[in-house]
């Protein structure tokens, strides 16, 4: 079974800021972890995602993640927010025995104030 | 063009009645997928299709039936639309052959209303 957590519903930065979203996962096989953006209105677009070949994943728009197999982790960061950055992210898990499937979680709401 | 279409983006209906949400693909994705997104919930899986003759239950399928016509066709059906079905459902695409790897390619989403 597998599961993600992600911890915050509401993130708010200051433009400039660091973005920190928290996702933890749970899974009994080696995961693959991924994280979707959502802008207001439209569909979820891939952020980046984890694939066992490097820890450190670099994303588009700026977003990196790191992925902490100590700590069930894979928080995903920017080091200055930009007002474009102001979306739904989510965290995502699946792994080689869901072949495909992926569970979501509950997703963070990023707010950029200028 | 987009390259995963959904059908009606927005729908209100009314308790009762039967309704079908398409989604159309372009990208050539064997595997095909419908989800509602509730706030504070995320995305939950409703129905998932492999291929053209393989259809599966997600967690939340009761109320629900799916069709796939063609491998770039897949509907869903809400027979007898209830208000707790009312959210923004979205379908998603991937290509198999990577073992979980497969990034998923979302529609714009439908979102319905029940009345």
């Known amino acids: 079974a597998q599961s993600v957590t992600q911890l915050g519903s509401h993130v708010s930065v200051s433009e400039g800021a660091l973005v920190l979203l928290r996702c933890n996962y749970s899974?009994?096989?080696?995961?693959?972890l991924f994280w979707y953006v959502q802008y207001p209105n439209q569909g979820l677009q891939l952020l980046l995602k984890?694939?066992?070949?490097?820890?450190l994943v670099k994303g588009i728009n700026g977003f990196e993640a790191e992925f902490k197999k100590s700590e069930t982790s894979f928080h995903l960061t920017k080091p200055s927010a930009h007002m474009s950055d102001a979306a739904e992210y989510f965290c995502?898990?699946?792994?080689?025995?869901?072949?495909?499937?992926?569970?979501f979680g509950d997703g963070t709401t990023l707010t950029v104030k200028p | 063009d987009a390259d995963v279409t959904q059908t009606p983006r927005n729908r209100i209906t009314k308790t009762g009645k039967r309704i079908m949400l398409e989604c159309s693909q372009t990208?050539?994705?064997?595997?095909m997928y419908w989800y509602r997104q509730d706030p504070g919930l995320g995305l939950r899986l409703i129905y998932y299709?492999?291929?053209?003759?393989?259809?599966n239950k997600g967690e939340i399928s009761d109320g629900y039936s799916v069709s796939r016509q063609a491998q770039a066709k897949f509907s869903l059906s809400l027979e007898s639309a209830i208000p707790n079905q009312t959210a923004l459902y979205f379908c998603?695409?991937?290509?198999?052959?990577?073992?979980?790897?497969?990034?998923?390619?979302f529609g714009p989403g439908t979102r319905l209303l029940v009345l």
């Open positions: 998603a695409t991937s290509d198999s052959g990577t073992g979980g790897l497969e990034t998923q390619y």
């Open positions: 899974s009994s096989v080696p995961p693959y």
């Open positions: 984890y694939t066992s070949a490097a820890t």
């Open positions: 995502a898990v699946s792994d080689r025995t869901n072949a495909g499937k992926s569970t």
């Open positions: 990208k050539g994705h064997d595997r």
């Open positions: 299709s492999f291929d053209v003759k393989d259809i």
